[in-house]
């Protein structure tokens, strides 16, 4: 098992049962100690667990708390691959789409870049740089202006105006968490606000959100639950959560995070 594989396992373990020894690991994935406790010193490194005497916990973020996109590109990566698969069936060549910033969209980005006549709008450093590296001719990205946030996001005046002018077919928004309550939201203020201004640019909204969203409340609403199209998400999400988008999203969209 590679160092990343082994991580993003004992990242899932932590989130799991709250908590987890370095003797166990380290018997359970057959390696030293001292590996595990550098695998713990990473992934602690990246905020993404605390590390204790012995073994290490869950972090509990406040609500503004806003990840690295390299933090959060770790996270149920399983199930992010599967939502941009089904995320990419929908989108057809001469297609004006947008992807919003996030892990979820940068992997879509890369189902996308060998669609012709594509053309993308996105705020996204990290999604725009997919395209930019794939290089196909004849689609054409657009990246907004804007002050960069820790998730490599474009956010701002300049992005909102930027995007303000636009028509699109489609937009894929990926969020930090959803509940009844708050809806879609976001950790960042100004973020909140370039997503907006996106869906007000999309004929659709499709979002794409994994089960550990569900229940995650950022500081600042996007829109209510009932404003996408489609919500695509993973057989992650427990039952009373499905029942609930159900009922309350035209179109709820699962796939298997296996």
Do not use: C
């Not at 894929?172 to 907006?196: I, K, W």
């Amino acid at each position: 098992m590679l160092a990343q594989q082994r991580q993003a396992a004992i990242l899932d373990r932590v989130r799991a049962a709250g908590g987890v020894r370095v003797s166990e690991l380290a018997a359970e994935y057959g390696v030293s100690d001292m590996t595990i406790r550098r695998d713990l010193e990473s992934l602690a490194d990246r905020g993404l667990l605390a590390k204790v005497h012995g073994g290490a916990t869950t972090v509990s973020p406040g609500s503004a708390h806003e990840p690295g996109f390299a933090a959060k590109s770790v996270r149920q990566r399983a199930e992010k691959s599967a939502m941009a698969m089904r995320a990419a069936a929908m989108v057809s060549p001469g297609d004006a789409i947008a992807l919003s910033a996030g892990t979820t969209t940068a992997e879509l980005a890369q189902r996308l870049v060998d669609v012709p006549s594509l053309t993308v709008v996105t705020n996204s450093i990290p999604v725009a740089d997919v395209f930019y590296r794939a290089g196909r001719p004849d689609q054409t990205v657009v990246l907004t202006g804007g002050t960069r946030t820790p998730s490599d996001a474009l956010v701002g005046p300049v992005a909102v105006a930027a995007i303000g002018t636009l028509h699109l077919d489609m937009l894929f928004l990926g969020v930090h968490g959803m509940s009844e309550r708050a809806g879609y939201t976001t950790p960042n203020l100004m973020e909140a606000d370039v997503n907006r201004a996106l869906v007000e640019a999309a004929e659709r909204l499709v979002v794409l959100a994994d089960h550990t969203k569900w229940g995650t409340v950022g500081i600042s609403s996007i829109v209510p639950l009932g404003r996408a199209d489609v919500l695509i998400t993973d057989d992650g999400l427990d039952e009373q959560a499905r029942a609930l988008l159900s009922e309350t999203v035209p179109e709820l969209v699962m796939v298997s995070g296996q």
